[in-house]
């Protein structure tokens, strides 16, 4: 059986999260905060698919990207560039809720790419790439959102001082 390698994001966030997770459980103090795992999951996540962005998917990467918009190169090269940025910026506790916002916002700013590719495609069936390409979005936006919200959600601190 050959796995999906549309699932590989999926699976490095999962994976990673509950892996650090359970860690923490199992009593590695650094690892304890919930955060922590998922800040883990989220960068493990955006490395997997920055570095798609040059080796291995770049030309459908490319391609997925809608005639509207100019130079679809350069867009991915720059998107692969901040999901990379975002990554190393989640793992770092100063920088983590800056980094978590920007990265939701890019999923947000690259969805219509999604759909472009489920409408104009080669596939069977426009359900067959739009709906898991959307339930991706929306469990990777969750990571996110999950980091944002929790860092936002002390209005007396500093955005940024916050921690884990």
Known sequence: ???DPGLVPVLMLVAVTVTLFLLGAAGVQRLKPWPVAVRGGVAALF???GLAHFIGMREELVAMVPPALPAPGLL???TGVLELAGAAGV???RTAPWAAGGLTLLLLAMFPANVHKALHG???SVMDELVP???M???FLAATGS???YYARTPNRPFAQRRP
Do not use: G, K, N
Request: without cysteine; neutral net charge.
């Open 122 to 124: 080669p596939v069977d």
């Open 91 to 93: 793992l770092w506790s």
């Open 47 to 49: 490395v997997t698919t």
């Open 147 to 149: 980091l944002v919200a």
């Open 1 to 3: 059986m050959v796995m």
């Open 137 to 139: 979005q929306v469990v």
């Open 76 to 78: 991915v090269t720059v």
């Open 133 to 135: 390409r959307s339930l």
